[in-house]
């Protein structure tokens, strides 16, 4: 029978899915391998055939590894929580979860008609309460630990509650908030309750404190920096503002030197991991304290602006401060006559995110608040000024400006006008608008005298701590992460307030559950959703927290719930934590450097602090997959001579001779670029009446490669592909469009060749009659030449992640054993399981009829590579009569001519050649050519 894909890949999907073929035990005595992709947020729209690119990856190595005798975990889930499915919710009424099931079905159906080798038993949906009581009971765990500075690690609350009982805060070095109290023993023994919840909660690895947030109030939630884009958030386009919220943040900085030095230690891309470098933003410098005048110029003894620098020896060059927009000081410090000014820059600051903020190196703005502060070192006033490109979270929300050492200073110094201090070397000005970096390379000052660098900075740091206006700082530009979001479709936080202090639910009470509302809004007095709930209060005079937890909260961990999904005690049992310890092998995309990779991190760091498990890195190796791109088709539509247009449209090639309008058309109505015209006349009503100028008789379409959305009917859906191919061809054919790593354009042109390949697969195990023959001779050396050659090449290829490589490999394999015409069992079955990886439908049915127990061949041995038949012995000699190729011959490269000569004339085909003639010469070159001249 000839190759019916269709039977076929139904017949085994159903198989492995009612045997659990690809189940994995957290027991065996096989090596474990854990391979993960990130997974997918299930979306209305399915997946297009850019999405599978990075799991048919992931697969292919998976079924390998097991061919390899390793124990392999390939799980798949959701991350089910997420603002698309509240929008809808808000738009229809519709509960989130309903469209949430809904979604998870069709991913789902479209996850196994490819062919994935999953192991399903153990899938995860942060949407579900068995899954996110785990989420809740970690941040409990977060709650309850402070991070100790002395052992570099978190640590359960009550060791700091001993130490502040047994020597009060003085000794205690930790992660905290900038305002804790000193206090003694016998201090912290007359502090209330509350006062002591208050103290703790500065220490607490989860905490809650006024933060600035991207408010979008058309949404009605706070969105995170991914989520905005100039000034609008990403989804919707509503305006969002910069605004101050109470809300919890985790304290990510206590862990800011760990994250950097890990990334040391783990294979992975070299720009994920400088991306998370700049984002950690680790500098070297010194906190100084600018003590602030009063409006009379006196100074005020007990207020100052800290500042952080990283080159404390341009102090002599500072000529203005500049205060973050949102510092808590700026209402304070803005003079009457300021006022207005400070109001209305505040005002168009809230407009721009903070990524826009920092990504605009170009624009000067800023307003002078009217106050001064005093140069500690020099002594010299300097006027106080705000700023969009200074961040209240970074840093210490304040920087001073040296114009003479810094051109994005100086920019702003002679914007506003400001003075501009040079800084002497001792012999010449620094020409600053020349070269402003060499500013501050030498000081020389009445404070000191001709010191180099080296030399200055550690004596300015031990002056500045003497003076106690400052100290030598290590500073990260990585911020407490906030975790709150104003939305109802994510995990309720397990706190509840009481006299207006956060306290834990009881660890019984897990999971703390999404309580139903009538509506998915915020309510007529701005608060959150959740606060529509009816009769969800812990008790009288309680309320539970109304925030939930964020998009990045459920995929902060998952990987571990996979070790042990089923488990009601524990979020993994200790011993499935021993055994799979950490992924092996982690594929998803790179937009998710600074969010979800840097937050897991974070998680996986503190889960080992506290021992639950053992490695301090969750992700071994990331393989970052590219982006499939659409390629786009237009047709070209005619404007009259007014510009107005018609419903004529012209043909690519002809377009050149009419004013025309470029449209974008379903790529699914167009073959090899030629465009259906009745398809595309039934397409839109108002194409119904379509005229078109043809060229040969074709409409050619113009063609464009662009991001794959259904804005530019660009979208390839692979249920299509599959209806019409088969799965064992779209994995194949998405692999060979190019490198991994790489984009790369989709082109559904080239899947025929592929979907051919896998006939001509097909072919060598049947006859002409399509009957099932594979012969039990012994193979020849060509063959088993051809065979080692594709397990080197294969074994390789993946080992290495080059999989494109591979399937060019398996057409020439083919193609030889085709030529030679091979049908030997021990040649094919070894193909059938080099091949499984990449198209394992039809290499199960071939398995199986070559007389193999249904389901073992996942689990046999990938075939051992024999080096020494590839060892040039023999060589296909191509015969020449009269300089016309006519024929090649096998031949042993250890004969003679005379023996050579022999066994030609001996051939019966040859003879046919020569016609009943004698040869007149023979010319035989070895290892070359024969040719036979008559």
Not at 232 to 255: L, N
Not at 320 to 338: D, G, R, S
Not at 815 to 826: G, P
Request: charged residues 25%; proline residues 4%; aromatic residues 14%.
């Amino acid at each position: 029978m000839d190759y019916q894909f269709k039977e076929i890949e139904q017949k085994w999907q159903k198989f492995w899915a009612d045997h659990q073929t690809f189940k994995a035990e957290s027991n065996s005595t096989k090596p474990k391998y854990y391979v993960l992709d990130m997974f997918p947020y299930p979306s209305g729209a399915g997946l297009h055939v850019g999405h599978p690119l990075g799991y048919i990856a992931s697969d292919i190595f998976s079924r390998y590894k097991r061919l390899k005798g390793f124990n392999v975990l390939h799980p798949m889930g959701y991350d089910s929580f997420g603002l698309p499915a509240e929008q809808y919710a808000i738009q229809t009424g519709q509960h989130p979860a309903i469209t949430t099931e809904a979604n998870i079905a069709t991913y789902r159906r479209q996850l196994d008609q490819i062919g994935f080798s999953f192991d399903w038993s153990r899938e995860v949906r942060t949407s579900e309460p068995s899954y996110y009581k785990w989420t809740q009971w970690i941040f409990m765990q977060l709650f309850n630990s402070w991070y100790n500075l002395e052992n570099d690690r978190a640590e359960d609350i009550t060791t700091l509650i001993e130490k502040f009982n047994t020597s009060g805060s003085a000794d205690v070095k930790a992660a905290c908030d900038e305002d804790v109290k000193s206090f003694m023993p016998s201090d912290w023994a007359t502090f209330t309750d509350e006062e002591k919840q208050i103290e703790l909660l500065k220490y607490r690895l989860t905490y809650l404190r006024e933060s600035t947030v991207n408010w979008c109030a058309a949404l009605g939630t706070v969105l995170a920096n991914d989520e905005v884009k100039d000034g609008f958030s990403e989804r919707g386009g509503f305006p969002v503002e910069q605004k101050k919220m109470m809300q919890w943040s985790m304290r990510i900085t206590a862990y800011s030197e760990r994250l950097l030095q890990g990334l040391d230690t783990i294979d992975w891309p070299e720009p994920i991991k400088e991306m998370q470098r700049n984002w950690i933003g680790k500098s070297v410098g010194a906190s100084v304290k600018f003590k602030i005048e009063t409006s009379d110029s006196e100074l005020r003894t007990s207020d100052y602006i800290e500042v952080f620098t990283t080159r404390v020896d341009t102090i002599f060059g500072v000529s203005y401060l500049v205060l973050a927009p949102e510092h808590e000081w700026v209402a304070e410090l803005t003079t009457p006559e300021q006022k207005q000014d400070i109001e209305n820059y505040i005002a168009q600051t809230r407009k721009k995110s903070e990524l826009d903020r920092m990504a605009d190196t170009k624009t000067v703005s800023g307003a002078f608040t009217g106050t001064y502060v005093i140069n500690p070192v020099s002594g010299e006033r300097v006027p106080l000024w705000i700023a969009d490109y200074v961040l209240a979270g970074y840093g210490t929300g304040a920087v001073m400006g040296v114009p003479s050492g810094d051109q994005r200073d100086w920019l702003f110094a002679t914007h506003f006008n400001l003075p501009i201090i040079q800084i002497l070397d001792g012999q010449q000005d620094i020409d600053v608008q020349a070269d402003a970096t060499k500013a501050g390379t030498y000081i020389n000052s009445g404070f000191i005298n001709g010191l180099t660098y080296k030399e200055a900075v550690p004596f300015l740091n031990n002056w500045l701590e003497e003076n106690k206006v400052g100290k030598a700082k290590v500073n990260f530009r990585q911020r407490d992460a906030i975790f709150g979001r104003q939305r109802y479709w994510g995990e309720p936080i397990p706190v509840y307030f009481k006299d207006g202090l956060p306290y834990l639910v009881k660890e019984e009470e897990l999971p703390l559950i999404l309580p139903e509302i009538d509506k998915y809004l915020p309510t007529e007095t701005g608060e959150p959703p959740l606060a529509r709930a009816e009769g969800w209060v812990p008790k009288d005079g309680e309320h539970y927290e109304l925030s939930t937890m964020p998009g990045w909260a459920g995929s902060s961990w998952y990987w571990y719930r996979y070790m042990d999904a089923n488990n009601d005690a524990d979020f993994a049992s200790k011993e499935a934590v021993e055994y799979w310890k950490a992924v092996d092998l982690y594929i998803g995309g790179s937009e998710h450097a600074t969010g979800h990779l840097l937050y897991s991190r974070f998680w996986n760091k503190f889960l080992k602090d506290l021992d639950y498990t053992q490695e301090e890195e969750p992700f071994k190796k990331l393989i970052n997959q590219g982006m499939i791109q659409g390629r786009s088709n237009f047709v070209y539509r005619i404007n009259d001579e007014n510009g107005k247009p018609t419903n004529t449209y012209v043909s690519a090639g002809l377009r050149k001779e009419y004013k025309t309008s470029a449209l974008h058309v379903d790529v699914n109505i167009v073959e090899n670029d030629t465009l259906d015209l009745n398809k595309f006349k039934a397409w839109r009503e108002e194409y119904a009446n379509a005229e078109f100028i043809l060229e040969g008789g074709k409409y050619i379409c113009g063609v464009e490669v662009e991001k794959m959305s259904k804005s530019k009917f660009n979208v390839v859906n692979p249920d299509d592909l599959i209806e019409r191919y088969g799965a064992d061809t779209l994995r194949m054919y998405e692999m060979f469009l190019g490198p991994l790593e790489q984009s790369k354009p989709w082109n559904t042109n080239g899947i025929e060749g592929v979907f051919k390949f896998l006939r001509k697969f097909w072919r060598l195990f049947h006859n002409e009659a399509w009957e099932f023959t594979v012969s039990d001779t012994e193979p020849t050396k060509a063959e088993l030449k051809s065979l080692h050659k594709i397990i080197k090449k294969v074994q390789e290829d993946i080992e290495r992640f080059s999989f494109n490589t591979s399937v060019s490999s398996f057409m020439i394999a083919v193609n030889e054993l085709t030529d030679l015409k091979c049908n030997k069992r021990s040649i094919l079955q070894d193909m059938v399981v080099i091949l499984s990886p990449y198209a394992p439908h039809i290499c199960e049915e071939l398995w199986v009829q070559l007389g193999n127990e249904a389901g073992t061949l996942s689990y046999t041995a990938f075939p051992v590579f024999n080096p020494e038949h590839l060892v040039e012995d023999e060589f296909a000699y191509p015969v020449s009569v009269n300089g016309k190729m006519k024929m090649n011959l096998n031949l042993s490269l250890t004969l003679a001519q005379p023996e050579v000569e022999a066994i030609l004339f001996a051939n019966e085909q040859f003879q046919k050649f020569l016609d009943g003639k004698a040869p007149k010469k023979i010319i035989f070159v070895k290892g070359k050519i024969i040719n036979v001249v008559v």
